[in-house]
């Protein structure tokens, strides 16, 4: 394999996590900065009440979200097999 064919399937490989990533990252970023703003208006301070709901929308995303991952997932794979058999 050439420096340009690593680099083009390291590319691959970091897009296709971001791609992967994204939703729960942008949904945790959300409820976070909701919660916050509910924590500072009402001026309640305490770190647990930010745990519980960001869980539940985490774990509600990837319920919803885990199909578009898991395709995402597979495509790569796919990509890299190919890639493998082909020799290069």
């Given at each position: 394999m050439t420096?340009?064919?690593v680099l083009d399937v390291s590319r691959d490989a970091i897009?296709?996590?971001i791609m992967v990533a994204s939703p729960?990252?942008?949904v945790g970023l959300a409820v976070g900065v909701v919660i916050s703003l509910f924590q500072a208006l009402t001026q309640i301070q305490e770190m647990t009440i930010a745990?519980?709901?960001k869980?539940?929308?985490v774990f509600a995303t990837l319920?919803?979200?885990l199909p578009?991952?898991?395709e995402k997932l597979h495509a790569e794979m796919l990509r890299i097999a190919?890639?493998?058999a082909s020799g290069g």
């Open positions: 420096g340009p064919e897009y296709t996590l729960v990252m942008v745990f519980v709901p869980i539940l929308a319920i919803i979200a578009f991952m898991a190919a890639r493998i």
